[in-house]
Structure formats: structure tokens, C-alpha cells
């Protein structure tokens, strides 16, 4: 799917997209990149520049066990919308959502596909990697899934896992995990897959957080001999967990609106409070922003109207990983430790160490009572025995007995 | 073995370490459950600052308190007056070679008398020695969890690899991290709950000597 033939601003008047509109969703990719709103223009011109030259990313975006809450996600960009992208940043030529085909013209078609951008494309994976009864859990045009992304993957030049069930399997792995879902990242790395993942975590992704890699890429990115961008710089400013620094750096707490109430020691300790009405913060209701990195407060949601914390609502660490495990109860501060994870499932880690310390604590005050019926402590103690004065003698040389 | 406390086995050095350590263990275990649950409103930014200010305190002291272990005299055994330095105390001693079921069984009251040990006991030894990876493990765990430190390679290095354990494919969580921290605080509780039921078991002479140097001329002390 090319565009040659009309302009970059045409097509996005046609779509009622004017120039000013885009440049401010320019300066907004310009402040989440960190950079000065003064860098809108130059984003702008980079951007139009790679879709009137027809050298946009080859790209395929593939569903796993997905729910596509973030093909949903990205139907909500400000600006572009999703036909926006699909047209102008990515040369997108399979969305299994919005896709006309299905089955096996859709396989046969991305195989195509892959095997004339071999090594130059970038694979977007959306959903859980299921592997459960060896992959047949989740199958297209009669192969698993699994199969799918293996090939596809292999032949990219670098694959974007879009939301936390891509990252590592999301939700869907959460206990007793009975798909056997995995992440695409450790999926292929066990498959010796060397391709390099670019992990966006999150439930669902947030569109300014994909538009902000492809531009990132358009601003960095030398291209081949083909106008094909190399995508280097953008896999060399990943993090320890694969993740864009500039995306994924700091935490939710760190640029939290409600921060200041944090410090100040300000909370909500009851919904329908007063304190919720004065918009508190909400750590002791189980905020997870202080764990959780992400830029939610800087970037926002839906069209950047609100967000969780702003709405009202705790963060509940959705671009952990293992985020259900890790972060239920949602209105806890501590996960649940023990034989089930989730729910009634577990324990407390704060009520298992006081019981821990309670025992302790008893069993000294019934040693303490040991010691009196054994006679070594209170008045009729006998404490030295002949054994210890010899010794003690022996011992008191220099410095002299005590 | 019943022998009486005396003041040369804690000289002024070591008071002042061991007051150190006390309130630094109060203020960060007081502020530590404050910013875990702040059960009462106004003091995050107060009890933050706390916690910060306590744990560097304690790790100075704890450098401080090894590094003087090699220049402080202090006794060497059980009912003498009779001074060594103190790093000599720390080491596998003649004295608890063999000494270890025996205090076992002594506390379980199989045993009828205390085994006849070093200045500090076989289990004494290791209790306290086990303070020191302890409270490492705290600061380690405090730093991996602290915004300006928790990206530094070294401590999120930590952070993927313990959550790795419990969370399949590592990624980094901060959960169990808080939740070890959190951990450890109460593994310091309990060793001083322990620690000072067994120091004062007999009477409150070691107190005395420890905080304030005084030692009391007719106590004794069963271990």
C-alpha cells in the first residue's frame, strides 16, 4: 500500500487533518521524545518527508491472544488517527482487525510479503503468545500461531511488542495461567530468534507511545540503499527490559499531578471521602504508580482528555510485568504471597511476617518462663556450677577475675 | 557459664555504635511502616526524609563499627578483664569449636549448663554477624527501590533477577522488591526482639553496661 502520487498535507486535509492540527500533535511528539516544542517543525518535515518519498517501514502487525483493546487503543490517537498511521507512518499491508482478508489469503499474503522485505520490516505483535497444547490453542490458516510468529519474526528487522500480553504475555498469564502464555520477547529467545524486540508494555498500549518509536526512527534513522530505515538507534536507546528509555524512564509517581499531596502527606483513605473530593493522593487506597514506569501523566489518555489517576481512579501498574500477579489486589499495597496468587488465593505479606514476629515473640515469653521453671533465672537461680569457676579461674590471668 | 558483665568488654566505641544502631533501627522501622501505610495524615515527606537520613547513618556506622573492630580493645573472654582487639572476637575461636549443638541444646533445656564459649557464643557469634548482610540487603534493597537509584544497572539488576523468581520472564517489577524490603524489616525485628530477651534474660547488667558503661559489681549472668 503506497501513497505516491499525492502530498503528505493533502491527504491529511482529505481526512480533515489540517497542517496546524498536525503540527501540534508534532510539538506533543516533540515534548514526550523530551525534546523542545521548537523540534515540532523539524519532526513535522521528517514525517511528511518519508511519506511523500514513499520510504515508509514495511510493516505487519499480527494478533496473538489478544483481546484488541490496543488496536482499540489506537483508534483513539489524537491525531493520526488509525488510518492515518496505517497509511502515512507504516506501509502496513496486513492488520488482522481491520484486514479484508482472513485464513489462508491472509498467510499466504504477509508470506509474500515478508520474503520481498526479508531482514527490512518491522513486525508489530499485538496479543499473548499462547503456547498452550504446543501452540494449536490459537491457530490461523491451519498453523499455530506460534509458527507464525517464528517465521514472521525471523525475517523482520526488528519486532515492536505492542501492550503487555505481547511483552510477556500480559493478563492472560496471570495464575494459574492455563493457556501457557508467554511473551514475545522470551518466546523467541527460547526459538533462538535473534531479531531485536522493542518492548512497549502497557494494558492497552497508548498510541502516542508507538507514534512516538516511528518517530523517533524517522528522527534518528539513517536510511539504505533501498530508503529503507535502519533502525539501530532506536534498539541501542532500549532499557535493561527492552523497553525505550525515553518512553518508559521514569514512574507514574515521579510526574504524578497528585505528588505534591503525597508528600504532604494527603491521602485518600475511603472512596466518596472528602479527601477523594479534594483529589488526594492515592497511595493508601493501592496506588501502584510508585512501581510502575510509564509516562501516563505526561502523555495521557484519549486524546490526552484524562487519565487513571486524574479520572480518580489508582493506578493499578498495568505496564508491569506480570502486572495482574503483581499488582492484585488492585487496592492493596502488597501483592498476595503463598499458594495462589490471586484473589483469596494468597496471604498478605504484611499480616505473614507479623504472624511470623507474633510466634517469635511468644515463643520467647514461654522460654522466658521455661528459664524460671528450670531454675536459671529469679532468686533461687544456680547459676555457678564447680565447672565454670575452674574455668573462670584458669581463664582470669591477665587483667584479673571479673 | 555464669560470669559477671564487665566494662571493658564494651568500651565507649561500642556504645556509641550500639546507640547508633538502635535509633537508626527505631526511626527507619517507625518511618518504614509509615511509608508502607501512612496511618496517619501529614508525615510522607517527614518520614521520607527520615528513612533516607537513618540509612545512610547506619551504613556509615556499620563501616565505622569494622573498620574500629581492628583498633578497639576489647575483652576476649567470658568473666576476665583481659583486652584484645575486637576483630579477633569476629572470627572461628578456639573457644566455640564444638559449641554450637551444645547452646542448641542448652536453650531447648536439654542441657543442663551453658557450654563454656568464647566472649560471644557460637549462635551469639553467627546472629550478629548476620547483621551485617542483613542490614546490607536492607540498603540494597531501599536503593533498588528509591527513584534516583532504582535505575542504576546495578540495583535493577537485582530487581529483574528477584522478580524473576516469582514472577516467569523477569521484567523488572518493583512488587517483590517492596516486599522483601518489607522482609528484612522484619527480620531486624525479630533479632532484636531475640537479641535483647536473651541479653537481659538474667538481669538488666548488660543493658546497663552497654548504654550507659555502668557496670553493676554483684551481677551475674548465666551465659
Given at each position: 500500500m503506497t501513497n505516491k502520487g499525492t502530498s503528505f498535507y493533502e491527504r491529511l486535509e482529505a481526512r480533515g487533518v489540517s497542517r496546524r492540527d498536525f503540527l501540534k500533535f508534532c510539538g506533543a511528539t516533540a515534548t514526550m521524545l523530551g525534546?523542545?516544542?521548537?523540534?515540532a517543525p523539524m519532526i513535522g518535515a521528517k514525517i511528511a518527508g518519508a511519506a511523500d518519498e514513499g520510504g515508509l517501514y514495511p510493516a505487519l502487525w499480527l494478533h496473538g491472544g489478544a483481546c484488541t483493546g490496543c488496536t482499540e487503543s489506537i483508534a483513539q490517537a489524537t491525531y493520526p488517527n488509525v488510518a492515518d498511521i496505517v497509511l502515512d507512518f507504516l506501509n502496513l499491508v496486513g492488520q488482522e482487525t481491520i484486514q479484508m482478508s482472513a485464513g489462508v489469503q491472509t498467510l499466504e499474503g504477509n508470506e509474500e510479503f515478508a520474503e520481498e522485505h526479508a531482514g527490512k520490516y518491522i513486525l508489530i505483535i499485538e496479543g499473548t503468545v499462547i503456547t498452550g497444547l504446543d501452540g494449536n490453542m490459537l491457530r490461523v490458516g491451519g498453523h499455530p500461531f506460534i509458527e507464525e510468529l517464528e517465521n514472521f519474526a525471523s525475517k523482520a528487522a526488528v519486532v515492536i511488542a505492542l501492550g503487555s500480553c505481547a511483552v510477556d504475555g500480559g493478563w492472560v498469564v496471570a495464575y494459574p495461567n492455563p493457556a501457557k502464555g508467554t511473551g514475545v520477547g522470551p518466546y523467541l529467545k527460547s526459538k533462538g530468534v535473534a531479531t531485536p524486540v522493542v518492548n512497549l508494555p502497557g494494558c492497552p498500549m497508548n498510541p502516542e507511545e508507538l507514534v512516538s518509536v516511528v518517530v523517533e526512527a524517522l528522527l534518528l534513522a539513517d536510511r539504505d540503499s533501498d530508503g529503507v530505515p535502519v533502525l539501530g538507534p532506536i534498539v541501542n536507546r532500549l532499557d535493561a527490559n527492552g523497553r525505550p528509555k525515553w518512553l518508559y524512564?521514569?514512574?507514574?509517581h515521579d510526574n504524578c499531578p497528585r505528588r505534591g499531596h503525597f508528600e504532604n502527606g494527603e491521602f485518600v483513605y475511603e472512596f466518596g471521602s472528602d479527601e477523594e473530593a479534594m483529589g488526594y493522593c492515592l497511595y493508601p487506597v493501592g496506588c501502584k504508580g510508585p512501581q510502575t514506569y510509564r509516562r501516563c501523566p505526561m502523555i495521557r489518555w484519549n486524546s490526552s482528555v484524562s487519565w487513571c489517576v486524574d479520572s480518580g481512579g489508582p493506578c493499578i501498574g498495568c505496564a508491569n510485568w506480570n502486572w495482574v500477579d503483581q499488582n492484585a489486589p488492585f487496592r492493596g499495597r502488597f501483592r498476595r504471597v503463598g499458594a495462589g496468587v490471586l484473589g483469596s488465593g494468597g496471604v498478605d505479606p504484611a499480616i505473614a511476617a507479623a504472624a511470623i514476629g507474633g510466634i517469635a515473640g511468644a515463643a520467647l515469653i514461654a522460654h522466658g518462663f521455661g528459664m524460671k521453671a528450670a531454675k536459671r533465672i529469679g532468686s533461687n537461680a544456680t547459676l555457678k556450677t564447680e565447672e565454670c569457676k575452674e574455668w573462670e579461674t584458669k581463664h582470669a590471668k591477665k587483667g584479673g577475675a571479673a | 557459664m555464669a560470669h559477671k558483665p564487665v566494662k571493658e568488654a564494651h568500651p565507649l566505641t561500642f556504645i556509641l555504635t550500639h546507640w547508633i544502631n538502635l535509633l537508626a533501627m527505631f526511626f527507619l522501622v517507625l518511618s518504614g511502616f509509615y511509608i508502607h501505610f501512612p496511618f496517619i495524615p501529614g508525615l510522607m515527606g517527614l518520614a521520607r526524609g527520615t528513612h533516607f537520613f537513618w540509612m545512610f547513618v547506619l551504613l556509615f556506622n556499620l563501616l565505622f563499627r569494622i573498620i574500629a573492630s581492628f583498633f578497639v580493645r576489647t575483652t576476649n573472654m567470658p568473666g576476665t578483664r583481659e583486652q584484645d582487639l575486637d576483630y579477633k572476637n569476629w572470627g572461628l575461636q578456639g573457644a566455640n569449636t564444638h559449641q554450637l549443638w551444645p547452646t542448641v541444646k542448652y536453650y531447648l533445656f536439654l542441657k543442663k549448663d551453658y557450654p563454656i564459649s568464647a566472649k560471644y557464643a557460637s549462635l551469639q557469634k553467627i546472629a550478629y554477624l548476620a547483621t551485617i548482610p542483613l542490614t546490607l540487603a536492607a540498603a540494597y534493597t531501599g536503593f533498588a527501590l528509591w527513584g534516583p537509584t532504582s535505575q542504576i544497572p546495578f540495583f535493577q539488576a537485582g530487581t529483574r533477577w528477584w522478580a524473576s523468581l516469582f514472577n516467569w520472564g523477569g521484567g523488572g517489577a518493583l512488587m517483590p522488591m517492596r516486599i522483601l524490603h518489607y522482609w528484612i524489616m522484619w527480620a531486624f525485628l525479630i533479632f532484636t526482639a531475640v537479641h535483647a530477651y536473651l541479653a537481659n534474660i538474667y538481669n538488666f547488667a548488660p543493658s546497663k553496661m552497654i548504654f550507659a558503661g555502668i557496670e553493676e559489681p554483684d551481677a551475674l549472668i548465666g551465659h
Open positions: 525534546l523542545s516544542s521548537s523540534a524512564g521514569s514512574t507514574i | -
